[in-house]
Structures are given as C-alpha cells and as structure tokens.
C-alpha cells in the first residue's frame, strides 16, 4: 500500500523568506502526483498537479518538483507571504486503481 | 477546474441522529468521491459513488452507518446515520476530472456530535 509523508509537519518562517516543502512516497508507480492547500475547517485547494511523465509543475511563486525514481516531491514557495499561511498536503494516485494517497500535511505560518 | 458545491457547510447535531450532506458539481463526472478527514489528521476515503450503481465503500466503511447516493451525473449525498461524537469530522466531496484526472474538492461539511 501506498505510504505519504510529509516532512516538516509544522514550519514557520518570516515574510519574504523562499521555503520548501517535501513530500516522499513508498511507491514510486505513480499516475500523477497533485499538492492542495488547505485552510482551516476548509475544504482543498488544488495548488499543482504534476503527472507521472513531468519533472515539474509552475504557477506564479509556486514549483513543484517530481523524482519518481527517488518518491520524492517539493513544493517550493517563493518570496512568501502571510496569506500563503495554511496546511499544504500532497496526495498521489497510483497507475491502477481510483483512489488518492494523501500525505499528513505540513502548517505553514508565514509570519508578518 | 469543476466548481463543488457542499452543504450543510458546518452543523452541530445530536448523538444518535443522522445528517444527509449534499454535492452538487457544475459539470457531468462520472465518479464521485467522499472523504472524511478527522481532527488533526489527512484524509481518508470512505467511498467512491458512480451513477447508476452502488458505491464503493472502502475498508472500514459500511453502508449501514454511510449510505450514499448518486441520482445523476452532477449530484450526490453521504449521510452520516446513528452519529456518535467519534463522528465529528470535516467530509469532503471530490471528483477528478478531464485526461488528468485532477482532483478537486468542496469546501467541507463541518460536523460536530455532542
């Protein structure tokens, strides 16, 4: 079965900082791979989706990057500020079956 | 993207009573799915409901305690019967969609049982 984690689970930083953020997978028979932000008592927001044949996905101060061979992902932040504040997980979905595997999440406080 | 619309968005209710939480998506998908995510932790999938069939409730999951339905190609309910305070939970509505197979969500339905 697939395993997700995320590591750190809980990161703060000043505003302005560039911050990563790392997603690691036991199986690296991935059909796409997919980070959501996810404020509190809220539902998910779709961040970026890379699937299994990408190196990296990129919108605005947002980058993330695939290895499959190594099940690792990142999520790279730039010049952050506080709205960017929230829970950040990633989730992947395997080449056979429907369902998503979701990492643990890693809060995010981007201090003013 | 698809746009998911969830209500109830947040609901305190009684022990021992059920809750029926409702999904409407802007577009016709095929499969549906509902999550649970409990206080603190990710989130677990409780089932996967396609039109015009039974869902399909993962491992620890039963229809007694979740009945879902799935009337048509843009619509679905979970209902939460017989709630007891390990119920409290925030339940999301899903469905990926198009070649990529995107996830997307709904904004939640907050549940609390006292």
């Known amino acids: 079965k697939q395993e997700v984690t995320q590591i750190p689970a809980a990161l703060s930083v000043p505003e302005g900082e560039n911050l990563v953020l790392n997603c690691s997978f036991t199986?690296?028979?991935?059909?796409?791979l997919q980070w959501f932000r996810q404020d509190p008592g809220k539902g998910l927001t779709s961040l970026l989706l890379?699937?299994?044949?990408?190196r990296e996905q990129t919108s605005g101060r947002l980058n993330a990057s695939l290895d499959k061979s190594s099940g690792r992902s990142t999520l790279y932040i730039a010049a952050s500020q506080p709205g960017d504040s929230a829970t950040y997980l990633c989730?992947?979905?395997?080449?056979?079956?429907?369902?998503?595997?979701f990492g643990t999440g890693t809060s995010l406080t981007v201090i003013p | 993207s698809a746009v998911i619309s969830q209500k109830p968005s947040r609901d305190i209710c009684q022990r021992g009573t059920s809750l029926t939480i409702q999904c409407q998506v802007d577009?016709?998908?095929?499969?549906m799915f509902w999550y649970r995510q409990q206080p603190g932790q990710s989130l677990t999938l409780i089932a996967t409901?396609?039109?015009?069939?039974?869902?399909?409730?993962e491992s620890g999951f039963v229809i007694d305690k979740f009945p879902i339905s799935r009337p048509n190609l843009t619509f679905s309910t979970l209902t939460v019967s017989n709630m007891s305070p390990e119920d409290s939970s925030i339940y999301l509505c899903?469905?990926?969609?198009?070649?990529?197979?995107?996830?997307?969500f709904g904004e939640g339905s907050r549940l609390t049982v006292l």
């Open positions: 989730a992947v979905i395997p080449n056979t079956g429907n369902q998503f595997y």
């Open positions: 890379i699937q299994s044949s990408q």
């Open positions: 577009s016709q998908v095929t499969m």
């Open positions: 199986d690296s028979a991935i059909y796409n």
């Open positions: 409901a396609n039109q015009g069939s039974e869902a399909t409730y």
């Open positions: 899903s469905v990926n969609q198009g070649g990529t197979g995107e996830l997307f």
